[in-house]
């Protein structure tokens, strides 16, 4: 018996720490896993007993990149548990706020990331040397990202501003403006970058799991629905009953919890691929004809596709943010972004939104003086780390069975992980 050993120990260029652990024995996977070795970081008990407006501050402690999507989250929580209803400038805010969030994180996993894989780097240094102005515009597309979460949140990471009924600080019309003609100047390098991405040879592996993501009718939601899809299974559920339909467990390999649908038993993917197959009809109309130029129409079942997903994303926001921008500017939409009047009241309220990674849910239930007296966080990451696994056993069977040694498997596995973008330290929040 012949036996090919796969160890790659703190994979590299993903967020946090984690080893790939394959065995492939004749042809066949006996072993695949994605341990993710992080401590524990233990933030569901962390704001046990807390008052409801400390906890979106401390939850968005769970990641760096997506602290936004962690506070609107926390907060959309809290005022379902609360009964509060929200003006439509203070969604549109929320929404940026995120979108702050997209715009910093594709940028830096796509060619900080990803990119090197498909241009004979181990790392992104060689491409500052060999093409330093692609590298220098994607940085700028971060700081872009950076610089929206500043004026709509008050800080690049962990946002201040944000607060359970709305907001308390807007910018100027003036910098609404601004903004937005920044978000048009940055489109030409966004459709430019589907473009490339489309042109890096992937192995064509389809993933067995389902796909989750937020819809809403006639719209791309990220933050502003509470509906759920599983896109294979072809079935929505509200967030609320987030706990009925995923089931999380523990696996010995790992530090994180696994998740599956209920329903079914089946792993599943949610990301970018995930939205752009739920809800491909709204891209914008320069996103969706990038997306298709580029092959990437649904159903795509190709998790590599992931990062093709994520430059039309990129096209998306940037088109989308302007627009807001424009109409913050110009008092467009209703109400006041100033906070709603509110009472703490006991219940559970569950928050949903769409994380740049992938569907984010956190649950509390709050007593009668709005303290915490139970959380829970499902981060994308933690959620996607079965599907992954899966893919992984998929794609290292498929090139074993073409006669593909231990080395070449080894680096298309590692390009599958960053395709799927984990954030392993958000996994074990």
Known sequence: ???????????????????????????????????????????????????????????????????????????????????????????????????????????????????????????????????????????????????????????????????????????????????????????????????????????????????????????????????????????DFAADAVEDEIEEYPQGSSAAFLAKARRTGRPYMTAALARVNASWDALCKDARYAAAKAGLRPPEYNPFANNIAQAVELVDVLDRCAAHCRRLAADEFAGSSEPVAFEARAGRGVGFTEAPRGALFHTLDLDGAGRVRRASIMTPTAQNIANLEADMRQLAGTMAAGGYDGDLIRLEVEKLVRAYDPCLSCSVH
């Open 1 to 235: 018996m012949t036996a090919t050993r796969i160890n790659v120990e703190h994979m590299a260029r993903v967020e946090g720490h984690g080893d790939i652990r394959l065995v492939i024995e004749d042809g066949s996977v006996t072993t695949c896993e994605m341990a993710v070795v992080e401590p524990a970081r233990l933030f569901e008990a962390m704001v046990a007993g807390r008052s409801f407006d400390e906890v979106p501050y401390i939850a968005s402690r769970v990641c760096g990149i997506c602290s936004s999507s962690h506070v609107v989250t926390d907060i959309r929580a809290i005022e379902a548990a609360f009964g509060v209803e929200v003006t439509d400038r203070t969604e549109a805010l929320r929404e940026l706020l995120v979108y702050g969030s997209f715009l910093q994180n594709h940028a830096t996993h796509l060619f900080v990331f990803a990119a090197p894989d498909f241009l004979g780097h181990t790392s992104v240094f060689p491409l500052a040397d060999t093409n330093p102005e692609l590298l220098q515009r994607a940085l700028g597309l971060k700081a872009l990202g950076n610089e929206l979460c500043t004026l709509v949140g008050g800080r690049s990471i962990h946002p201040i501003t944000a607060v359970v009924g709305g907001f308390t600080h807007e910018i100027a019309p003036s910098e609404y403006l601004r903004l937005a003609e920044a978000m048009d100047e940055a489109r030409a390098f966004a459709l430019a970058s589907v473009d490339l991405f489309r042109d890096f040879d992937t192995i064509a592996v389809q993933t067995e799991g389902d796909m989750l993501a937020m819809v809403a009718p006639g719209t791309y939601p990220v933050c502003t629905s509470d509906t759920a899809r599983f896109v294979r299974a072809g079935y």
